[in-house]
């Protein structure tokens, strides 16, 4: 993280300062949820939906590895068959300390149907001390999405 | 259905009548929870945890068709990581009321992780008027799993 | 393999006894062109095309798990996108030399939009001394299909 | 497209003009290989390798939508199972006249396992008389690879 924390304050701002902490802690919580005998890769995910819901995922894999659902899809699926399609902000994690986690782009194309283009993802590194934000927009650029069709 | 009841008797040995009646009306509920403006396919699914819980899927497509997630799989991955790996029964409803609907073998998969052989797998039709009951290795003979590999 | 070959032979009539050597032995040598870092487990196919074309495939994995696409999707896209949709059979090995391999339900579910209910699966162990063919419909049965949208 | 070429005359600089032509009118042709009854939308797309081989390939639907394969990873594996995993650039198109098309996350994801950051990704119109040029970094920032793991 840059010393600059205006964009990210600006991207933030639907978001309080107590939700994003328990947005954050909820995200590092959730790795214990994974089902990951294969990578051995924990990821842990929670979605913070305009309701005020913090709704939880982690990577479920498989035997046939392309059968694996990372966290974010996870969340995503539960929130939206939760009733929930508009959200606020979503925090990933994973194990590793010297680095925060990025979505793959499996899950920015599934993210996409969802979110607006100033959508935050915060990613973390392990314990979350360690951040960094970004619109979605900026994640998936020029993106293919239900306009595109 | 055949008139012969006695196979599917034995497979729903620890599922209630009053358990089976909740899993299809829940699994018929579902659909209403799809997302699924491409196809315009909507599939319902519940599945009864041993922990007699019943958790609730329904399919979310993509504009990224091959980003879809069926109905079974979002259940799967709620159960999941909802701490529940081993599962009673399942049951999945589409909207045709001609025939009961079929997992696909994504889905198949996806089960194969966590389900026994014996695992019943209930389909449904549009009104649950009609309902077929197969035990899981049926539906994925000669299966590709964790010992696979 | 059973003793009796009779039901086998009758699978395999389309085939040729040097067609079906030459099917085996291009699926086992497939396996060289995997692309496995993550799961280290190689695995070959090949397509048997009614033009008498060999379509070979085999596993490319991605750090991102859920991205994997197995052999047998591999070579089914390179058939289809090669003006190839009608198969005579499919023959599949992994590296193990105790068992045969088996296709997972995703390759299942994706074969199923071109074959028919009869299509030969031919399934290797690591050297091809074991064997097992199985008509697709018993690997695949009460399919999702076209016919079911 | 912007007046200014320069950045994308720099991205293109591994491809001659005739390369590049050649490129974009196999990406357009390509489409004619599509299996797409389920959206029919058709995208085709090439690959050009460091071997200076056109890899071609075309989008292949499933009745179960996610089991779909992208025209970009259909070219991606015969590539790589071709023994071509280092490449020059890749055209994609669609039948829109209006906008070029561009990757999907799922197929970003995909490439960047073989991809470096600087490698251009063309994307063009129904005619190919639009084109778009970006580095593949720019699709995928902060991308999930196998230095994530
Ligand atoms: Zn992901
Ligand atoms: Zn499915
Ligand atoms: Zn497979
Ligand atoms: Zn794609």
Redesign the interface.
């Known amino acids: 993280m840059s010393g600059d924390k205006e964009p990210e304050k600006h991207l933030l701002r639907h978001v309080t300062a107590q939700q994003l902490g328990q947005l954050k802690k909820k995200a590092l919580e ?1 790795r214990e ?3 990951s ?3 051995k ?1 924990r990821v842990g995910c929670c979605i913070l939906t305009k309701e005020n819901k913090f709704v ?3 990577n ?11 966290a974010e ?2 969340a ?3 929130a ?4 929930m ?1 508009e959200w606020l902000a979503i925090a990933i994690s ?1 194990d590793r300390m010297e ?1 925060t ?10 993210i ?2 969802f979110a607006s283009g100033e959508f935050p993802v915060i ?1 973390l590194n392990g314990d979350g001390s360690k951040t ?1 934000v ?1 619109p979605f927009e ?9 306009d ?2």
Do not use: H, W
Request: aromatic fraction near 10%; charge should be positive; glycine fraction near 14%.
């Open positions: 959730a949820l994974s089902y005998p294969y990578s890769f939880l995922g982690a479920v894999e498989n035997a046939s590895y392309g059968g694996a659902i990372c899809r996870c995503a699926v539960k939206v068959t939760g009733g399609k994973g680095d986690i990025s979505p793959c782009g499996i899950c920015r194309q599934f996409r149907e990613m960094v970004k900026e994640l998936l650029p020029l993106s293919f999405g239900p595109s069709l």
